[in-house]
């Protein structure tokens, strides 16, 4: 079954301690991409990554960062996370048709 | 500066009625446009997507209307069910330079089908 997992779904922390959030892909596609969703500002797209070394900015990467070492994987990586990064997240993988992740709520305290 | 406009921001629709949903854009490089459904504590899914050169694409109840000289395109959902309760999302999607696509977002509709 094609799917992109992600983890946690859920986490509560505290501003500044560093968190990752992981996702993989089983459909060996070269594009993936994080987006945060929140009320009213619909899906932003944070960083993408066109293949395995290559990652580049999206709308919103300020805060954030990526690795993608692997061509599955696509963590999330949040240094010193702050309030304002309380959010819904989502990974995605696919160029044409994206495959969304099913999301990991952050809860920065 | 929003470049795919969508409206209205939620919409309630009696069973069977017919739920419409319009997006208007100004980028002309636009060359896919998917809209996605995505329900409660789901990530978005695609529904149904639509290239330029036609004008309608139809999936079961759900239909894309595109009209190119206007810059619009709008989802049709035919007899609407409660079970389409859920937020939609259009995109447009383009080629960046290095050979990478945009997908630029709409910001959602949230559709309510009374039983």
């Known amino acids: 079954e094609a799917q992109v997992t992600q983890n946690p779904r859920y986490l509560i922390t505290v501003t500044g301690k560093k968190l990752t959030v992981t996702c993989s892909q089983n459909?060996?596609?070269?594009?993936m991409s994080w987006y945060r969703q929140d009320p009213g500002l619909g899906l932003r797209q944070i960083y993408y990554s066109m293949n395995v070394e290559v990652t580049d900015k999206g709308d919103v990467p300020e805060g954030y960062k990526v690795s993608r070492k692997e061509k599955r994987n696509f963590p999330l990586i949040l240094e010193s996370p702050s309030p304002n990064q309380t959010s819904l997240y989502f990974c995605?993988?696919?160029?044409?048709?994206?495959?969304f992740g099913p999301g990991t709520r952050l809860t920065v305290t | 500066q929003q470049q795919v406009k969508q409206s209205p921001q939620s919409l309630i629709v009696q069973k069977g009625g017919i739920s419409i949903i319009n997006c208007a854009y100004e980028n002309t490089a636009f060359d896919y446009f998917p809209w996605y459904q995505q329900f409660p504590g789901k990530g978005p899914a695609l529904l149904i997507a639509?290239?330029?050169d036609v004008s309608e694409k139809k999936e079961g109840r759900f239909t894309i209307s595109f009209n190119k000289s206007a810059k619009q395109f709008s989802l049709h959902i035919m007899d609407s069910q409660p079970g389409d309760s859920a937020t939609y999302f259009c995109a447009a999607s383009k080629r960046n330079a290095g050979n990478n696509r945009k997908l630029i977002w709409g910001l959602g509709t949230s559709l309510a089908v009374n039983p």
């Open positions: 459909m060996n596609h070269e594009y």
């Open positions: 995605a993988s696919g160029t044409y048709e994206q495959y």
């Open positions: 639509i290239r330029p």
